[in-house]
């Protein structure tokens, strides 16, 4: 049985940091290009961060120069630093797991991010 979790979510101040994780149980990690999703109330869920199974990565221009996307395929998770927090950034974030070699594709539950002074 495949599971992804989130954690690590939480109330912030403006210019505050938080780091995400997202830890995978029953895929082979390593095979798996694993994304960070988000979603705030009245909007669509948009893509933050990527980070393929070779570990290339991609952000969303709204986030450029503040998150960081990482993996630690020993651990089978991955990692989302966040820094100077806006309160924009606030929605719930998602975790996201696609296999390189076929249809396989893991959601989380999703863990909330509140940025508010």
């Known amino acids: 049985q495949v599971h992804v979790v989130e954690s690590g979510g939480g109330l912030v101040r403006p210019g505050g940091s938080l780091r995400l994780s997202c830890a995978t149980s029953?895929?082979?990690?390593?095979?798996?290009?694993m994304y960070w999703y988000r979603q705030a109330p009245g909007n669509k869920r948009e893509l933050v961060a990527a980070?393929?199974?070779?570990?290339?990565?991609n952000y969303a221009d709204s986030v450029k120069g503040r998150f960081t996307v990482s993996r630690t395929n020993a651990k089978n998770t991955v990692y989302l630093q966040m820094i100077s927090l806006k309160p924009e950034d606030t929605a719930v974030y998602y975790c996201?797991?696609?296999?390189?070699?076929?249809?396989?594709?893991?959601w989380g539950q999703g863990t909330q991010v509140t940025v508010s002074s």
């Open positions: 029953g895929v082979i990690f390593r095979n798996y290009d």
């Open positions: 996201n797991a696609k296999a390189f070699y076929n249809s396989a594709d893991y």
């Open positions: 980070i393929t199974s070779a570990g290339s990565t």
